[in-house]
């Protein structure tokens, strides 16, 4: 069992920056690709960016890359989202997950993670 908790969410400008934490429970978390998803209300959850287990591969959603960083410090058991250039679009509810790795490369389709956060909001102003 995995338990993420995530923070960092807040109200911002557009094109500032936020930079999301999610912690996790256990002595385990270099067993788990690692993935970062949003929501708004009314939509389906969207895939942002994840990380494999060592922190060498990430893969992006189109609509983040180059100005989100996702990275991993398995050794405070945490994963990060560094958003940059933030625009109204990016406000949503985001979510960290954990894939318990299966695979060489994460996953992007939320049905493959086993574990969620309970969510932390990002409002970006116009």
């Known amino acids: 069992q995995v338990q993420l908790v995530e923070s960092g969410g807040g109200l911002v400008q557009a094109g500032g920056s936020l930079r999301l934490s999610c912690a996790a429970s256990g002595r385990t978390f270099s067993s788990y690709h690692m993935g970062w998803f949003r929501q708004t209300p009314g939509k389906e959850r969207e895939f942002v960016a994840a990380i494999n287990w060592s922190g060498g591969r990430t893969i992006y959603a189109d609509s983040v890359k180059g100005r989100f960083t996702i990275s991993r410090d398995n050794a405070k058991n945490t994963v990060y989202l560094q958003m940059n250039s933030l625009k109204p679009e990016d406000t949503a509810v985001y979510y960290c997950?954990?894939?318990?790795?299966?695979?060489?490369?994460?996953?992007?389709?939320?049905?493959?993670?086993?574990?969620w956060g309970q969510g932390t909001q990002v409002t970006v102003s116009s």
């Open positions: 997950a954990a894939d318990r790795v299966s695979n060489l490369l994460p996953y992007s389709e939320p049905s493959k993670y086993d574990y």
